[in-house]
């Protein structure tokens, strides 16, 4: 089946945005938590958290400036500090309702079963029931002048994790802890049909 | 379990890349196609295509200008186009060893059982086995400071999809094609176990 540019132009805007956000594939799910300067705390899901560099361990997320998620960027830019934690099968329902537009003063932690964690001082909540959480640093940001958004890219200063997940070589099983991808704007999916394979030489 | 930067920084290389790559999470698995202006072929496996806009329809990627997929990425500045196409469960290993380092002048098409597929005038090759083909065109692109990164953004052209995927409302349920995700530098997890939830409201 083609679809030309023409035809996604022309689509009604749900069926635009569920089509768009279906095709990049399969998306990481995590929480973003952060604190603002006068302690109002946020968490708030996002798809976008992709692996820019492991030396150092940089990692980048994309922000629209105009929605809800303005509220991460802010703390972000305000404190510098800010933790990614992944969403598991037990906190999708509670994950995913935090893409509610609520307003600035209201912490998403009040309004689900996520409990906010501090550990070692860092500045930014933890997502307690989260099997893999980081601590990250804001390093740079980028605007994206082709659709008005930021690419926010910061480097990994915590690390934490259920050690189930890894492995002797320094790789993380996520299935073990049940992680989740997301499929679309609201689709999340849990794999386990698991297949390692080995470092690729030409032939 | 805690580990914190300056471990990172101490692990030896092989066990800090399979670490720092496991821990954004899923991420999505995708072949980009590309032809050079002297009619060179190339695919190569890429684990960093992320959704930027669903108006315009963006998609951004990042290379590594110092590794093997620079032949993807100088093939699109020549150019301006290229392919994206969804790896599924029965091309896993082809794609994967697309990830060995050829030089410039082999097609990875030659070497694997992918096959290049030419529809509608458009100048790069589609990956004939994949479920979910995407036409691109190079639209832009950031130089990321923190590691010498490139993010290249292109927009959304053409689409060609199994319309088995394809819902009323414009979803694309990938698990329908087996389409795959990536757990770190070489682990293919196709998923199944699904769940689609609704737009939220604050409660």
Excluded: C, W
Excluded at 82 to 89: C, D, G, P, Q, V
Excluded at 106 to 127: H, R
Excluded at 130 to 147: C, D, V
Excluded at 168 to 192: P, Q, R, W
């Amino acid at each position: 089946m083609h679809i030309t540019r023409e035809e996604i132009e022309a689509f009604p805007h749900l069926y635009k945005i569920n089509l768009m956000n279906s095709i990049s594939g399969y998306k990481s799910a995590n929480l973003i938590g952060t604190k603002s300067n006068t302690g109002t705390t946020n968490v708030a899901v996002f798809s976008s958290v992709v692996h820019y560099g492991s030396n150092p361990p940089i990692l980048g997320f994309v922000v629209r400036p105009t929605t809800v998620v303005r509220n991460t960027y802010n703390n972000i830019k305000e404190t510098g500090s800010y933790t990614i934690n992944a969403i598991s099968k037990d906190i999708i329902e509670e994950a995913h309702h935090t893409s509610a537009k609520y307003s600035a003063e209201i912490s998403e932690f009040d309004k689900t079963n996520l409990t906010p964690e501090y550990k070692n001082n860092f500045y930014a909540p933890f997502v307690k029931e989260s099997p893999l959480q980081l601590g990250m640093k804001y390093l740079e940001e980028y605007y994206i002048k082709a659709n008005d958004t930021i690419l926010v890219l910061g480097e990994v200063v915590d690390l934490y994790i259920e050690e189930t997940m890894l492995s002797e070589d320094g790789f993380l099983n996520l299935s073990k802890e049940n992680i989740a991808a997301i499929n679309g704007l609201d689709s999340y999916v849990v794999g386990n049909d698991f297949k390692r394979l080995s470092y690729q030489r030409p032939k």
